[in-house]
């Protein structure tokens, strides 16, 4: 089993519409859960970051993270082309290991 | 945030060359760096975890010899390919933490990547 599973996608959704990004993790003593967007070609670069149960909001983006399912997700409002990318989920335990996901790859048609 | 460079952005070598590439982190002490390789549309694969002043921590099935890791200072981390064939050819991109600073909730700053292109 995977430390961190994401959907690869492609996921599409129509400019202004909410996508919706989730992500499970394997290890029920992991503390943070990252969001990072990755344009083609580039590093990943980081949207937020959450470690307590319930909704980060922080502009149009929105983390949600519930422990007793093991689940993160990450909501986009008002999706703009722009936001097209891979959006990779990352979970840490104690001290410094990372976990990443995958990636979900997200196309906004305008 | 705090910012990570890496050096070259970009580099073409031939086969059996040597390549190194640096990662800076530079307003900020990482004490921890690392370094991972991403293939055409494929995730992030963590190679290696180096802390400052330590042996690396290499990933399951990447080769030590092969990848030359060296932390040698607090901003200064070095990822040497020897003796590189076209399969080494990927991104890689490089992360620096300070976990020192505020627990465990602290964010990998990511480096732009350097390219590696074996001929």
């Known amino acids: 089993q995977k430390e961190v599973e994401q959907n690869s996608g492609p996921l599409s959704v129509p400019e202004g519409a909410i996508a919706s990004l989730n992500c499970t993790y394997s290890?029920?003593?992991?503390?943070?859960f990252f969001w990072y967007r990755q344009y083609s070609g580039k590093s990943p670069e980081l949207i937020m970051f959450?470690?307590?149960?319930g909704d980060k909001e922080d502009g149009r983006f929105t983390a949600q993270l519930n422990k007793a399912s093991q689940y993160v997700s990450l909501l986009i409002r008002d999706s703009q082309p722009s936001d097209s990318a891979t959006y990779l989920c990352a979970v840490t335990r104690t001290g410094n290991q990372f976990y990443f996901g995958t990636g979900t790859s997200l196309t906004v048609i305008p | 945030g705090a910012v990570v460079s890496q050096h070259p952005s970009r580099v073409i070598c031939k086969s059996g060359t040597s390549v190194k590439i640096e990662c800076r982190s530079l307003d900020f002490q990482a004490t921890t760096m690392f370094w991972y390789r991403q293939f055409p549309k494929q995730s992030l694969m963590l190679m290696a975890t180096s802390n400052e002043g330590s042996k690396a921590t290499y990933e399951q099935g990447v080769e030590k010899d092969k990848f030359l890791i060296n932390h040698a200072s607090l901003t200064l981390s070095t990822l040497t390919v020897t003796s590189a064939h076209p399969e080494d050819s990927s991104f890689y991109i490089c992360?620096?933490?300070?976990?020192?600073?505020?627990?465990?909730?602290?964010?990998?700053?990511f480096g732009p990547g350097t390219r590696l292109t074996v001929l």
């Open positions: 290890d029920r003593g992991s503390q943070s």
């Open positions: 992360s620096a933490s300070d976990f020192g600073l505020a627990g465990p909730y602290n964010e990998q700053f």
């Open positions: 959450i470690y307590s149960n």
